[in-house]
Nanobody, 128 residues
Framework: QVQLAESGGGLVQAGGSLRLSCAASGRTFTNYPMAWFRQAPGKEREFVARISWGLGNTYTYYKDSVKGRFTISRDNAKNTVYLQMNSLKPEDTAVYYC???????????????????WGQGTQVTVSS
């Protein structure tokens, strides 16, 4: 059975950093795009970042408000995806989820329904 497990969340002051990890098991996600979403209290789940690759290139996509602050990456040997978050702001407070795309498509895909596998989430709280 496919499982995605997030870790690395916590409480941090504004301006601080956190690195989230998403470990995949049950299937090799090497060829499948992965993404991070987040959901703040009372709000819908939203896209944060996505990583995919093909033809020797890596493709990354970001929500506008996190560009330049967040970096998505992956370690295929560990079947793990990371989200490095710097210069955190109180508005970044949310539960962060990792997800695996249903298909190996190197496009900018940001809809929840594009992703077939989800982790349980990890809480990130940024205090002002």
């Amino acid at each position: 059975q496919v499982q995605l497990a997030e870790s690395g969340g916590g409480l941090v002051q504004a301006g601080g950093s956190l690195r989230l990890s998403c470990a995949a098991s049950g299937r090799t996600f090497t060829n499948y795009p992965m993404a991070w979403f987040r959901q703040a209290p009372g709000k819908e789940r939203e896209f944060v970042a996505r990583i995919s690759w093909g033809l020797g290139n890596t493709y990354t996509y970001y929500k506008d408000s996190v560009k330049g602050r967040f970096t998505i990456s992956r370690d295929n040997a560990k079947n793990t995806v990371y989200l490095q978050m710097n210069s955190l702001k109180p508005e970044d407070t949310a539960v962060y989820y990792c997800a695996a795309d249903r298909f190996n498509i190197n496009l900018d895909r940001r809809r929840l329904l594009d992703y077939g596998y989800w982790g349980q989430g990890t809480q990130v709280t940024v205090s002002s």
